[in-house]
C-alpha cells in the first residue's frame, strides 16, 4: 500500500486514511457528499490532490468554502450527468451511495467521470445490524446509521455482498476492498466475503469499469 | 418627483456632465488611432476609460484584483463619489482589511463603456460634432465594456489578472473576462448573474426604456441641446427597477404598510405610504447621478447579453479548456438573477471539468443582497480568495 507523502496529523476517519491511501499523489480528484470537506483537506494535505467537491447541505458548502476547497452545492443524483467522461482520476462517493435516489445511475456516472471510482458505506450485514433485527424486530440503529427509520436519509441501504452484486451489475472491477470492523481495524476483502459481511461494519471499494484501464 | 429637494437643473447636470467628460478619477484616453472595434462592427474613437485604483501592485504584477461594476455602478467603489459625496459602493466589501483586502490586492474599477462617470459614453462629447454623442452614440455589449477593460489592463501592464469579480451586470462582465480571455484569469467570482438575460430581466429594462423615452424632456435623445433632462422618466425607471432589486419580504420588513408622516391615508395621490415616499426619493437621487442615455445604452447591452449564443448555445463551450478558478456565488431571495441561472453557469463550468466553486447564500435582501453586510458571503469571498491566493503564490 501507498505510504502518505507527509505524516498524517490528528484524528481522521478510517475509512479517510484508506481512502487518502488509494489516491496517488496529485490526483484530480471529486467527492460527491463532501460534508465539511474533511476527506478533501486530508487529500490536498496529504496526497497534493486537486479536489472538489459536490454537497446537499449548503452549510457545509459554505463551510468547505470558506476554508478554502472547490465545493459546489449539488445533488449526486441529479448533478453528476453534467460531468463529462474520464475528468478525475478519482471520483469519490464517502458513505453516501446509501442515501442517494438511484444508487446504482449514480454508482455508473462515478465510474464514467472518474478513471476509479471509490465508494464506502455502511455494511447493513453486520452481526450487530443482523442481531438487533433478529432479537428486537426493530429498524437497527448504530453509530454508522444513527437515525431512526423514519427520519433516515439512508433510503438505500445495502450489505457488502450486495454492493459486491451491484458492481458486477455495472461492469466494474473491483481492484480493492477493505471492511473495517467495530474498532476500525482493516479486514481485507479478497476470496471469502461473508466474513467481512459479517464482522465489517462499513466498506471500502476501489473499482474501475472493466473494459477501461 | 416632489418629495425631495430639487436641485436646480443647471447645478445637477453642470455638475454630471462634468464627471462625464472631466472625471474626478483616473482616465486612460485611447488615441484615435487605437479604435474600438465594437460588436455592431462600428469603430468606436477615441475612448476614454475612467478608472480608479487601490491598493499597491506588487513587483510580480500578480495581486491585481479587478472589480466590474453594476448597471448604475462606477469606479468609486471604496472611495467617495465625486456626486453623490456618498462612500464608495462596495465599501462592505472592499477596503484594508476587508475580504477584497486593500492591504493585499492592487484593487482596478473601471466606469464601464458606455457609462456617464467618465468613461466613454452617450454622454461624452462626439468630437465630431462638439456635442454629447446622444443617440449618436453606437448600441455596445458586456463584451464591447469588456474589452475596453482589456485596454486599461494592457495599459496597466498587467498579464494576467488575480481575480475578476462582480455582482449582476458586473457578474456578466466577469463572465465574459473568463470565457473571451480566460488565460489572463487567475480566478473570477461572478455574483447574482446569469449567463444570459431572462425575458423577464428584458422586460424590466424595456418598461424603464419606454419611461425615459415617454418623457417629453428626453427630446428623441437630445435633451442636452434642448438644456433638459427626463428627470420623470429617468426616476420613474428607476422606481420600478428598485422594486426587482429587493424582495417582497425585505420591502414589507422595512416598510410594511406604514404611513409617511401622516396618521391616515389623505385620499390623494401623495405618497401617503412610507414605500412610495422611500421609491420617490430613490428615484429622484438617481437623476442626480446618472445620464438617461447612459441608463438606455447600458441595460440594452444586458439585454442582449448571451454568452452560451455566441458558442453553439452550448453555454459550457464559452469555458473550454478553462484554468480559471471560479466561485459562483447567489442570494436565495433574488428574484432577478434566481439562483437557477448560476446553477446554470455552474453546471457548464462542471461539463468542462473546471475548478468551481457555488455557493448559495440564505438571506431575505434580494438581489441588492451583494452590497450589504452578508457575514456568510463575506466568509466565503475571504475564504475562496485566501485559497486562490496561495495557489497564486501571493502572501497570506
Not at chain 2, 431572462?198 to 434642448?226: K, L, T
Amino acid at each position: 500500500m501507498l505510504k502518505p507523502e507527509t505524516p498524517i496529523k490528528g484524528a481522521h476517519r478510517v475509512d479517510h486514511l484508506l481512502i487518502a491511501e488509494m489516491v496517488e499523489p496529485g490526483a484530480r480528484v471529486l467527492d460527491v457528499g463532501c460534508g465539511d470537506g474533511e476527506l478533501l483537506q486530508l487529500l490536498a494535505d496529504t496526497r497534493a490532490a486537486d479536489g472538489r467537491g459536490v454537497e446537499l447541505s449548503r452549510d457545509r458548502v459554505n463551510a468547505c468554502v470558506t476554508r478554502g476547497l472547490s465545493v459546489v452545492q449539488g445533488d449526486a443524483d441529479r448533478d453528476l450527468a453534467d460531468y463529462p467522461d474520464q475528468a478525475f482520476d478519482y471520483a469519490i462517493l464517502s458513505l453516501t451511495i446509501q442515501a442517494t435516489r438511484h444508487p446504482k445511475t449514480v454508482l455508473e456516472n462515478l465510474l464514467r467521470i472518474g478513471r476509479r471510482a471509490i465508494v464506502s458505506f455502511p455494511n447493513f450485514g453486520h452481526w450487530r445490524i443482523r442481531a438487533e433485527l433478529l432479537l428486537t424486530g426493530r429498524m437497527p440503529q448504530t453509530q454508522n446509521l444513527p437515525e431512526p427509520w423514519y427520519a433516515s436519509p439512508d433510503g438505500h441501504l445495502c450489505t457488502i455482498k450486495d454492493f459486491a452484486d451491484l458492481v458486477s451489475l455495472v461492469d466494474a472491477k473491483v481492484e480493492s476492498a477493505v471492511a473495517f470492523n467495530t474498532s476500525g481495524q482493516r479486514l481485507p476483502i479478497r476470496h471469502s466475503i461473508s466474513l467481512q459481511n459479517l464482522l465489517g461494519e462499513k466498506a471500502v471499494f476501489l473499482l474501475r469499469k472493466r473494459d477501461a484501464r | 418627483m416632489s418629495s425631495a429637494p430639487v436641485k436646480s437643473f443647471d447645478q445637477t447636470a453642470s455638475l454630471r456632465l462634468a464627471e462625464a467628460n472631466n472625471p474626478s478619477s483616473k482616465v486612460l484616453h485611447l488615441p484615435a488611432s487605437e479604435p474600438l472595434r465594437l460588436a455592431c462592427d462600428q469603430l468606436l474613437a477615441p475612448v476614454s476609460i475612467a478608472y480608479q485604483t487601490y491598493g499597491t501592485l506588487n513587483a510580480a504584477k500578480s495581486n491585481a484584483v479587478l472589480v466590474c461594476h453594476a448597471l448604475t455602478g462606477d469606479q468609486y467603489v471604496a472611495s467617495e463619489h465625486p456626486v453623490t459625496k456618498k462612500p464608495g459602493w462596495w465599501e462592505t466589501l472592499v477596503g484594508p482589511g476587508k475580504p477584497v483586502d486593500t492591504d493585499r490586492f492592487f484593487i482596478i474599477c473601471a466606469n464601464i463603456l458606455g457609462g456617464c462617470m467618465g468613461s466613454t459614453g452617450p454622454a461624452s462629447i462626439d468630437p465630431h460634432t462638439g456635442k454629447p454623442y446622444g443617440l449618436n452614440f453606437p448600441v455596445i455589449t458586456i463584451g464591447d465594456m469588456v474589452n475596453a477593460q482589456v485596454r486599461l489592463i494592457d495599459h496597466l501592464g498587467i498579464d494576467q489578472l488575480f481575480c475578476v469579480i462582480g455582482g449582476s451586470m458586473g457578474g456578466m462582465q466577469v463572465l465574459e473576462w473568463a470565457s473571451s480571455h480566460t488565460e489572463r484569469v487567475f480566478s473570477a467570482v461572478p455574483i447574482a448573474t446569469a449567463a444570459w438575460h431572462s425575458s423577464q430581466n428584458i422586460a424590466f429594462h424595456e418598461v424603464g426604456r419606454q419611461a425615459v423615452m415617454a418623457d417629453p424632456d428626453w427630446c428623441g435623445g437630445d435633451y442636452h441641446s434642448h438644456g433638459k433632462i427626463p428627470r420623470n422618466g429617468l426616476a420613474v425607471a428607476r422606481m420600478a427597477a428598485h422594486i426587482t432589486y429587493l424582495s417582497e419580504e425585505a420591502l414589507h420588513r422595512k416598510f410594511g404598510r406604514n404611513l409617511q408622516e401622516r396618521s391616515k391615508v389623505t385620499f390623494s395621490f401623495s405618497a401617503d405610504f412610507q414605500v412610495e415616499s422611500y421609491l420617490r426619493h430613490q428615484g429622484s437621487t438617481f437623476v442626480d447621478r446618472f445620464d438617461p442615455n447612459s441608463y438606455l445604452y447600458i441595460t440594452r447591452a444586458m439585454d442582449y447579453f448571451d454568452l452560451g449564443a455566441e458558442h453553439g448555445d452550448v453555454l459550457a463551450g464559452a469555458f473550454r479548456g478553462t484554468k480559471t478558478r471560479f466561485c459562483v456565488v447567489s442570494f436565495t431571495s433574488d428574484w432577478l438573477y434566481p439562483t437557477r441561472e448560476s446553477r446554470e453557469i455552474v453546471h457548464a463550468l462542471n461539463a468542462v471539468a473546471a475548478n468551481v466553486s457555488f455557493v448559495e447564500i440564505e438571506t431575505n435582501n434580494g438581489h441588492d443582497s451583494f452590497l450589504l453586510e452578508e457575514p456568510v458571503f463575506f466568509a466565503t469571498i475571504r475564504g475562496f480568495l485566501n485559497a486562490a491566493g496561495v495557489k497564486r503564490g501571493l502572501k497570506v
